[in-house]
């Protein structure tokens, strides 16, 4: 049990993602939104029209995860379900509505990137960003 105290990835990776995320959460909560639906919405206007299932594959996400936080942004109109010409697939758009908010959330998601980074340090922060840039794709 000790072992899993002091060295436990998983605890620990966890813990780290709890804090930072309430960072974010608070800072945003203004703005009506949780750090996942900000997220989701970035990556929504940066995939630029990308199914469901290539949303839960970008964000490692369970596609049934993936749909429950997707349902929210469509619900508020954040984005849009396309219905395509032929095929199955239906491409997710931001929405003008979506695009607006994450132009007006820009201030606050700077603001929790701020806070975040003074609480991890430069290096810690480098450390982060390194781990998540080199995870394969899915």
């Known amino acids: 049990m000790e072992d899993v ?3 436990c990835l998983l605890t620990r990776t966890r813990t780290i993602s709890r804090v930072i ?6 800072e945003l909560r203004p703005h009506g939104l949780t750090s996942s639906q900000f997220s ?12 469901r299932a290539d949303l839960a594959r970008a964000s490692h996400q369970e596609r049934s995860t993936s749909t429950r ?3 929210v942004v469509l619900n508020e109109g954040w984005a849009e379900e396309v219905t395509p010409d032929s095929g199955r ?4 758009l931001i ?10 959330a820009g201030p606050a998601w700077r603001a929790a990137q701020a806070k975040a980074r003074r609480l ?19």
């Open 21 to 26: 995320t309430s960072i974010y959460d608070s």
């Open 89 to 92: 697939s239906r491409p997710i």
């Open 69 to 71: 936080n997707l349902q």
């Open 40 to 51: 989701l919405l970035v990556r929504i206007a940066r995939m630029k029209g990308a199914s």
């Open 120 to 138: 991890l340090g430069e290096e810690g922060a480098a450390s982060l960003v390194s781990v998540a840039d080199s995870l394969p794709p899915e």
């Open 95 to 104: 929405s003008p509505a979506g695009r607006a908010l994450l132009h007006a």
């Open 5 to 7: 105290v002091a060295h």
